[in-house]
T-cell receptor
Framework: RKEVEQDPGPFNVPEGATVAFNCTYS??????FFWYRQDCRKEPKLLMS???SGNEDGRFTAQLNRASQYISLLIRDSKLSDSATYLC????????FGSGTKLNVKP | NAGVTQTPKFQVLKTGQSMTLQCAQD?????MSWYRQDPGMGLRLIHY???????DQGEVPNGYNVSRSTTEDFPLRLLSAAPSQTSVYFC????????????FGSGTRLTVV
C-alpha cells in the first residue's frame, strides 16, 4: 500500500464551483499534513498545513480525519488561476507525497 | 533570503557521463531531500538527510550518491547517467520539527541521451 494515495483526476469544474479532494495516508502515527500546489513544470509550493482537525485560509479549507486516515482540501468559488495539480503529504521522519490531483477550472 | 537554490536549471548528458546537481539552502534547515518527478507522476524520494553528516536512502536511490558535509549544501551525484534518469529533480528542505513543510527549489531538468 502506498504511503499516500490521491485520485489523479482530472477534476474539471466551472468557475465559481466548489471542489473537494481527498487524500488517504497509511501511517496512523503521523501528526502533520500538508497540501501543496504544483503548476505545470514548476516546483511544488506549500498551500496549507493541517495539524489538528482543520485549517482555513480564504477560499481554501483543509480538514483532517484521523479515524479514517484522510485529509481533504475544499476550494470554494474556484478561479481559473486555481488550475494546477494539488499534492498532499505528511512529515514523519521524512516527507511522503501523493501523486497529486489535477484540477482544471473552466470559464 | 534565497530559499532553496538548485543549479543547473537544465542539463543534457550523454549516457555514461557523471555529474553533480547542486542544492543549497540559506534557512538553516536540518532536513534536506532529493526527489525526482517523471511526467504525470508524483515525487519519488531519492535520498534524504536529517542533518550534516547524516544521509539515508529513499525509494529510488540506485545510480545516485549524496553527501551532507554542511547544513547548507546537499549535492546529488549521478555516477553513470542512463536514459532512465531523464527527469526533473527537486531539492527540498525543512526544519526538523514535523509541523514544518518542505520548501522546494525550482528544479533541474535533466535529459540523458
Amino acid at each position: 500500500r502506498k504511503e499516500v494515495e490521491q485520485d489523479p483526476g482530472p477534476f474539471n469544474v466551472p468557475e465559481g464551483a466548489t471542489v473537494a479532494f481527498n487524500c488517504t495516508y497509511s501511517n496512523s502515527a503521523s501528526q502533520s499534513f500538508f497540501w501543496y500546489r504544483q503548476d505545470c513544470r514548476k516546483e511544488p509550493k506549500l498551500l496549507m498545513s493541517v495539524y489538528s482537525s482543520g485549517n482555513e485560509d480564504g477560499r481554501f479549507t483543509a480538514q483532517l480525519n484521523r479515524a479514517s486516515q484522510y485529509i481533504s482540501l475544499l476550494i470554494r468559488d474556484s478561479k481559473l488561476s486555481d488550475s494546477a495539480t494539488y499534492l498532499c503529504g505528511y512529515n514523519f521522519n521524512k516527507f511522503y507525497f501523493g501523486s497529486g490531483t489535477k484540477l482544471n477550472v473552466k470559464p | 533570503n534565497a530559499g532553496v537554490t538548485q543549479t543547473p536549471k537544465f542539463q543534457v548528458l550523454k549516457t555514461g557521463q557523471s555529474m553533480t546537481l547542486q542544492c543549497a539552502q540559506d534557512m538553516n534547515h536540518e532536513y534536506m531531500s532529493w526527489y525526482r518527478q517523471d511526467p504525470g507522476m508524483g515525487l519519488r524520494l531519492i535520498h534524504y538527510s536529517v542533518g550534516a553528516g547524516i544521509t539515508d536512502q529513499g525509494e529510488v536511490p540506485n545510480g545516485y550518491n549524496v553527501s551532507r558535509s554542511t547544513t547548507e549544501d546537499f549535492p546529488l551525484r549521478l555516477l553513470s547517467a542512463a536514459p532512465s534518469q531523464t527527469s526533473v529533480y527537486f531539492c527540498a528542505s525543512s526544519y526538523s520539527h514535523p509541523n514544518y513543510g518542505y520548501t522546494f527549489g525550482s528544479g533541474t531538468r535533466l535529459t540523458v541521451v
